[in-house]
């Protein structure tokens, strides 16, 4: 089995940064895709970013682009998001996801391994 822990959540004021890290172990796949969703209360959980294999193709939502930047070191079975000019509207529980597939998808249903999730609170 798969596991997947994130950690970094946090409180930061608008305009801030944070930065997400999730840490795998057990059985894991360097070769399949990785994601970050995020689901804020009320809402259902929506596609965040995506990264391949070896961190040459990267997916972002219209929403963070320009803002988020995914990675992930394989060697150290970590995938990582960094969170940049943070505004109110991304407060969510924020999720980290393994695919079994190489290909980058944004829905939840094409991801197949998930975390606890960490909570990020942005204050106006």
């Known amino acids: 089995q798969v596991q997947l822990v994130e950690s970094g959540g946090g409180l930061v004021q608008a305009g801030g940064s944070l930065r997400l890290s999730c840490a795998a172990s057990?059985?894991?796949?360097?070769?399949?895709?990785m994601g970050w969703f995020r689901q804020a209360p009320g809402k259902e959980r929506e596609f965040v970013a995506a990264?391949?294999?070896?961190?040459?193709?990267?997916d972002y939502a219209d929403s963070v682009k320009g803002r988020f930047t995914i990675s992930r070191d394989n060697a150290k079975r970590a995938m990582y998001l960094q969170m940049n000019n943070l505004t109110p509207e991304d407060t969510a529980v924020y999720y980290c996801?393994?695919?079994?597939?190489w290909g980058l998808g944004r829905t939840a249903a094409e991801y197949s391994y998930w975390g606890q999730g960490t909570q990020v609170t942005v204050s106006s």
């Open positions: 996801t393994l695919s079994p597939m």
């Open positions: 990264i391949n294999w070896n961190g040459s193709l990267m």
């Open positions: 057990g059985r894991t796949f360097p070769f399949n895709a």
